[in-house]
């Protein structure tokens, strides 16, 4: 029974996605990523995560889907960057702390509905580079916001469809 499951549904794979698309959403993350390096290199102040970077792949490719809502990408980095700070002040950098970090993190994602899954990662980028707290306004609710501001004015001048689908 349970090794059936393991050979999936058998369903399609999913439609493919015009070139001129697939461009566009390469230019969004391009631009961006970009942006942020070249504004922190201007500022000396670190702007980019590597989440940033599956940010981009959600923003720019699928920027209809729940997860790359500005809402979802701005209080999703927030919120599970302050449950790793959180964690690694107050029960160290251990396993236990980082696995629990992780596991608040998914759950108050989703019980306030600011699920995005690249900032899921971001308690494992704090536990492995251990900064301050200054690190949740540089790089990561800065840096966030500045995505979701260009993704606002990329989007809506790259598409018919409007971005955001909500707020």
């Known amino acids: 029974m349970f090794l059936k499951k393991l050979l999936g549904d058998k369903q399609r794979l999913p439609p493919s996605v015009p070139l001129n698309k697939i461009g566009l959403a ?3 993350g391009f631009l961006i990523i970009a942006v942020l390096a ?9 702007l980019i995560l590597g989440s940033f970077g599956a940010t981009c792949v959600l923003v720019f490719a699928y920027p209809d889907a ?11 980095h927030i919120i599970t960057t302050f449950i790793g700070l959180l964690f690694l002040t107050f029960l160290g950098p ?23 899954p690249p900032a899921g990662s971001n308690p494992v980028i704090i536990f492995l580079a251990q900064p301050g707290w200054s690190f949740l306004i540089f790089p990561v609710a800065t840096g966030a916001m ?13 598409r018919k469809e409007n971005y955001p689908k909500y707020w």
């Open 146 to 158: 500045i995505i979701v501001i260009f993704a606002l004015i990329y989007l809506n001048l790259t």
């Open 26 to 28: 390469c230019l969004g």
């Open 38 to 46: 070249l504004l922190a290199d201007a500022i000396s102040t670190p």
């Open 66 to 76: 729940p997860f790359s809502q500005p809402r979802n990408v701005v209080l999703g």
């Open 94 to 116: 251990t396993i236990l702390s980082l696995a629990l970090a992780v596991a608040m993190a998914i759950g108050i994602m989703i019980l306030f509905r600011i699920v995005h």
